[in-house]
């Protein structure tokens, strides 16, 4: 017995041990070496680079001859936008034609037709130019522009082929692009571009594509796109100058002109520019030249420019000093005599000023601008846009202006612009709008149910049922005249059911104007209208 004891334990060791080895072995072979793991991912990763070669060549494979294997490659939903892309230039390559047409029938939006469009078109340009140009007759002309101001550059190629078909039908590609000329691309802007579109046939297209180049070489080389010009006849001159300008004052590419092209451009329209020119850039020159001397360039206005021109250069100008003066600015605006000029100029004021301190801004505005008179477009765009600015930059006292009885009223500009924020949370800003004293709460609630019924008449109608505390009459009748537009029969039900009274009576009225108005136009007038008017 004393020998058995130890007999189990070496027994006990030696099993021990093989089991030990045993998971050695198991944890080894599911835990690879280090020099394993590298391998096996270069193996993963040879597989992946196998599997997108087998992709480009069954691709390849699946090359596009025509429009039908366009579409029977473009249906299986295995191309990623590039692949498209090469896909749609494969076919056009073939039949630019059928590849164009079936473009047309995709039912994209003009931005995701632009680029496959250019694709084709080009393609198409290079094998038939005459049948290519003849295609964008059919298209708006900006879309046209769009797709031809890729081709007119290549007049000025170094490749013979390119520039020549280009050449051939330079006229017809310049009838298309209209006014894009600043969409065009020059492959070479220099000396010798120059001279080859120097060389083109004299004419008006040839004139527009140089001051487009001219334009363009300004932005890159300013001093030998000016010596250039000084060698030119004046009529070339003057196209060259013209484009420059409205590059640099009309387009919203002046920032990215040198300053010397920006004052060369400055001087030709001071010194040399023809009349109708001088009018047309006017606003915009004389705002540069405020930047510098805002005197100068309010009496430069005051001699050279007249009407809506003088106006909004005064306007801007005046605008520039109160960033210097406030005190400057509004007196030069009050000094103005009444009308179109003086109002534009305490506009570009109050646009600076209402953001601090909008309540003396606002005042002062209604002061000198004819009480905030808006009845032609540019009053009602600037009262917008003072609102917007109020509204944005200081909502508490926009609502506290409308809190106050003794508030003078604004133009319904204010409200418009601002009622989806106001209403953004509607069952708030519908008990703002309860909260405001009767006679601008009635205001208020117009144009609040008119704006609703503009976006859902449906939900306007639901919000101004379960608010019988705001439903006034206005609101009613702005609510069935929207709605009325869209579907009459739903607006007409609507109105039978209003309770009798004030509301009901004033969207009935409401109907009855709208209906009569679209019965002179031709319209009829629905037989549940008639029986409900009876």
């Given at each position: 017995m004393k020998y058995l004891l130890p007999l189990l334990c070496c027994v006990a060791v030696f099993f021990g041990g093989r089991q030990f080895r045993i998971m050695r072995s198991s944890a080894a072979a599911s835990s690879p070496a280090p020099q394993e793991v590298t391998a096996a991912v270069a193996t993963k990763e040879r597989e992946n680079l196998r599997g997108l070669a087998r992709q480009t060549q069954r691709l390849a494979s699946q090359q596009c001859h025509s429009a039908a294997a366009l579409e029977h490659l473009y249906r299986s939903g295995k191309l990623n936008s590039d692949q498209?892309?090469?896909?749609?230039?494969?076919?056009?390559?073939?039949?630019?034609?059928?590849?164009?047409?079936?473009?047309?029938?995709?039912?994209?939006?003009?931005?995701?037709?632009?680029?496959?469009?250019?694709?084709?078109?080009?393609?198409?340009?290079?094998?038939?130019?005459?049948?290519?140009?003849?295609?964008?007759?059919?298209?708006?002309?900006?879309?046209?522009?769009?797709?031809?101001?890729?081709?007119?550059?290549?007049?000025?190629s170094d490749n013979p082929a390119e520039a020549a078909a280009a050449?051939?039908?330079?006229?017809?590609?310049?009838?298309?692009?209209?006014?894009?000329?600043?969409?065009?691309?020059?492959?070479?802007?220099?000396?010798?571009?120059?001279?080859?579109?120097?060389?083109?046939?004299?004419?008006?297209?040839?004139?527009?594509?140089l001051g487009s180049f001219v334009a363009s070489w300004m932005a890159k080389d300013p001093a030998a796109a000016a010596t250039f010009l000084k060698g030119q006849p004046a009529e070339l001159r003057q196209r060259s100058m013209e484009a420059l300008s409205k590059v640099a004052f009309l387009t919203g590419g002046g920032a990215e002109l040198p300053k010397e092209a920006r004052q060369l451009a400055t001087e030709w329209l001071l010194k040399e520019a023809p009349l109708t020119l001088r009018m047309q850039f006017g606003p915009?020159?004389?705002?540069?030249?405020?930047?510098?001397?805002?005197?100068?360039?309010?009496?430069?206005?005051?001699?050279?420019?007249?009407?809506?021109?003088?106006?909004?250069?005064?306007?801007?100008?005046?605008?520039?000093?109160?960033?210097?003066?406030?005190?400057?600015?509004?007196?030069?605006?009050?000094?103005?005599?009444?009308?179109?000029?003086?109002?534009?100029?305490?506009?570009?004021?109050?646009?600076?000023?209402?953001?601090?301190?909008?309540?003396?801004?606002?005042?002062?505005?209604?002061?000198?601008?004819?009480?905030?008179?808006?009845?032609?477009?540019?009053?009602?765009?600037?009262?917008?846009?003072?609102?917007?600015?109020?509204?944005?930059?200081?909502?508490?006292?926009?609502?506290?202006?409308?809190?106050?009885?003794?508030?003078?009223?604004?133009p319904v500009q204010f409200l418009y612009t601002n009622m989806r924020t106001l209403l953004k949370d509607r069952d708030a800003g519908l008990d703002?709008?309860?909260?405001?004293?009767?006679?601008?709460?009635?205001?208020?609630?117009?144009?609040?149910?008119?704006?609703?019924?503009?976006?859902?008449?449906?939900?306007a109608a639901a919000t101004f049922d379960s608010r019988p505390?705001?439903?006034?009459?206005?609101?009613?009748?702005?609510?069935?005249?929207?709605?009325?537009?869209?579907?009459?029969?739903?607006?007409?039900?609507?109105?039978?059911?209003?309770?009798?009274?004030?509301?009901?009576?004033?969207?009935?009225?409401?109907?009855?104007?709208t209906a009569e108005a679209q019965a002179q136009r031709g319209g009829t007038i629905p037989e549940e209208l008639k029986e409900l008017l009876r």
């Amino acid at each position: 017995m004393k020998y058995l004891l130890p007999l189990l334990c070496c027994v006990a060791v030696f099993f021990g041990g093989r089991q030990f080895r045993i998971m050695r072995s198991s944890a080894a072979a599911s835990s690879p070496a280090p020099q394993e793991v590298t391998a096996a991912v270069a193996t993963k990763e040879r597989e992946n680079l196998r599997g997108l070669a087998r992709q480009t060549q069954r691709l390849a494979s699946q090359q596009c001859h025509s429009a039908a294997a366009l579409e029977h490659l473009y249906r299986s939903g295995k191309l990623n936008s590039d692949q498209l892309r090469q896909a749609i230039a494969q076919a056009a390559e073939k039949d630019p034609a059928g590849t164009w047409e079936w473009l047309q029938d995709q039912g994209w939006h003009w931005g995701e037709l632009l680029e496959p469009r250019r694709i084709v078109f080009d393609a198409w340009f290079k094998q038939d130019p005459a049948a290519a140009v003849a295609r964008l007759d059919t298209l708006p002309s900006f879309e046209a522009g769009q797709l031809v101001a890729g081709v007119l550059g290549k007049v000025a190629s170094d490749n013979p082929a390119e520039a020549a078909a280009a050449r051939a039908h330079l006229d017809q590609l310049m009838d298309l692009l209209g006014s894009q000329l600043s969409q065009i691309s020059f492959p070479a802007i220099d000396a010798q571009g120059a001279a080859r579109l120097l060389a083109l046939p004299e004419g008006l297209s040839r004139d527009r594509l140089l001051g487009s180049f001219v334009a363009s070489w300004m932005a890159k080389d300013p001093a030998a796109a000016a010596t250039f010009l000084k060698g030119q006849p004046a009529e070339l001159r003057q196209r060259s100058m013209e484009a420059l300008s409205k590059v640099a004052f009309l387009t919203g590419g002046g920032a990215e002109l040198p300053k010397e092209a920006r004052q060369l451009a400055t001087e030709w329209l001071l010194k040399e520019a023809p009349l109708t020119l001088r009018m047309q850039f006017g606003p915009r020159l004389a705002d540069e030249m405020a930047k510098d001397d805002p005197a100068k360039a309010l009496k430069w206005a005051a001699e050279n420019l007249s009407g809506k021109s003088l106006d909004d250069a005064t306007g801007s100008i005046i605008g520039r000093i109160f960033t210097a003066n406030p005190a400057d600015a509004r007196a030069l605006v009050e000094s103005l005599p009444e009308g179109k000029r003086r109002t534009s100029a305490a506009s570009k004021v109050v646009q600076q000023w209402v953001a601090k301190e909008p309540e003396a801004a606002i005042t002062w505005w209604l002061e000198h601008s004819g009480g905030g008179a808006t009845r032609d477009y540019d009053s009602q765009s600037a009262a917008s846009t003072i609102a917007g600015i109020w509204m944005n930059k200081n909502p508490d006292s926009f609502r506290a202006w409308f809190a106050n009885p003794d508030s003078p009223q604004l133009p319904v500009q204010f409200l418009y612009t601002n009622m989806r924020t106001l209403l953004k949370d509607r069952d708030a800003g519908l008990d703002w709008i309860g909260s405001l004293p009767p006679a601008n709460r009635t205001a208020v609630l117009r144009i609040a149910f008119d704006h609703l019924a503009m976006e859902a008449p449906a939900d306007a109608a639901a919000t101004f049922d379960s608010r019988p505390d705001l439903a006034t009459g206005d609101g009613a009748r702005m609510i069935a005249t929207r709605w009325y537009a869209s579907n009459p029969q739903k607006a007409i039900a609507w109105v039978t059911n209003l309770p009798w009274g004030g509301p009901r009576e004033a969207a009935l009225a409401g109907l009855k104007k709208t209906a009569e108005a679209q019965a002179q136009r031709g319209g009829t007038i629905p037989e549940e209208l008639k029986e409900l008017l009876r």
